[in-house]
């Protein structure tokens, strides 16, 4: 059967026991039983951006912005480091107070600290300062297409395009970086096509990590009022993900747990071998809200991780010890 009908039949189907069980396989082969742990820091939640679904969007005025010094989200790296975290996320809005000389300053600070990989998850710049933040030390970054279908991208992003987004993607891996990427699942007007297109896309692009996760309704948006993405579709593009890049990291995302209490659990048996603990200080993350009703925001750094930890263990799987860089060899074009 040709990939694309395949995808779709998949997507379509209400049993699909034996996929998750052929992709819960595939992970066991090819990455094995280890989970790993990578802290999030969600340090400033101003944005430039004002994309239709996400609460951080520059019109909301509904939303506390706060933003992180360089100093607190050092501490923060330094307080997982100790804990045994191998990897912090530094991820925030497009807030340009934030330039490159501070980050490359952050990043170099971090490294000379702690033994932490840093990725970054601040959107899109320009090609000089995804260099500067390369050269400072910066192992991975995340940068989701969010949706392949060009059109519904132009309708979601009133002030971004589909292409510059896929030619800061190409730089990403021209610079070396790790590079992780996804979509959201669930979208307004996106159909099972779009999403069968996303997977072949994941697959064409060979993302060292795959970060998806379904849409979640935000009340604070021009979207307000739409329904969330399906917990089974999520699933089933998970499982088709692991059977397509059996060797990609993939992360049981944070917007899983707003679909069902056991949402990461089901994920991590369904091919992902990846989980985000939000290591945001208490007295910010309440106010980083992409989407309602998001887990955990009550709980200090350390408490999240070993929740998440207690989780992980639950299902019979190990937490990982090393930085659990990519299998996936680094291109540099
Ligand atoms: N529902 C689900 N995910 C969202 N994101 C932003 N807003 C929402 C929402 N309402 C995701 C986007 C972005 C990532 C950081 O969070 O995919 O890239």
Redesign the pocket.
């Known amino acids: 059967m040709e990939k694309e009908t395949y995808i779709f039949e998949i997507l379509k189907k209400d049993d699909f026991s034996d996929i998750v069980a052929q992709a819960d396989h595939i992970r066991k082969e090819n990455v094995g039983d280890e989970v790993h742990l990578r802290g999030i820091c969600e340090f400033s939640n101003f944005c430039r951006r004002d994309c239709f ?3 951080l969007r520059k019109s909301n005025k509904k939303i506390l912005r706060y933003r992180m010094s360089p100093e607190e989200i050092l501490q923060t790296a330094v307080l997982i480091d100790k804990h045994g975290l191998k990897t912090i996320v530094l ?1 925030s809005g497009e807030d340009i107070w934030f330039t490159k000389k501070v980050l490359v300053k952050l990043i170099e600070d971090i490294k000379t600290h702690t033994d932490l990989a840093v990725t970054l ?1 601040i959107g899109e710049r320009s090609f000089d300062e995804y260099k500067a933040f390369k050269d400072a030390g910066a192992d991975r970054y995340l940068l ?1 297409f ?1 949706t392949s279908n060009e059109n519904l991208f132009k309708k979601l992003h009133p002030d971004d395009d589909y292409h510059e987004r896929l030619k800061c993607l190409q730089w990403l891996f021209e610079l070396g970086y790790q590079v992780g990427s996804g979509s ?1 699942i669930g979208l307004p007007e996106q159909t099972i096509e779009d999403i069968a297109d996303d997977i072949l896309f994941i697959k064409k692009w060979n993302f060292h990590m795959v970060g998806v ?4 309704s ?1 009340n604070d948006t021009p979207l307000s009022g739409s329904k969330n993405g399906d917990f089974s579709i999520v699933q089933k593009f998970i499982a088709l993900v692991r059977i397509f890049c059996p060797k990609v990291l993939l992360p049981a995302t944070t ?1 899983m747990d707003v679909l069902r209490f056991d949402a990461r659990e089901i994920i991590l048996q369904s091919g992902a071998n990846v989980v985000m603990p939000n290591i945001t200080p208490q007295r910010y993350k309440q106010n980083y809200r ?2 309602p009703d998001k887990q955990y925001t009550g709980e200090d750094p350390i408490t999240c991780r070993y929740y998440m930890e207690n989780r992980v263990k639950k299902i019979g799987r190990k937490i990982a010890k090393d930085h659990g860089h990519s299998l996936i060899s680094i291109r540099r074009k």
């Open positions: 679904y996400c609460g991820q998850s989701r969010e959201m996760g379904p849409y979640i935000n917007a992409l989407y």
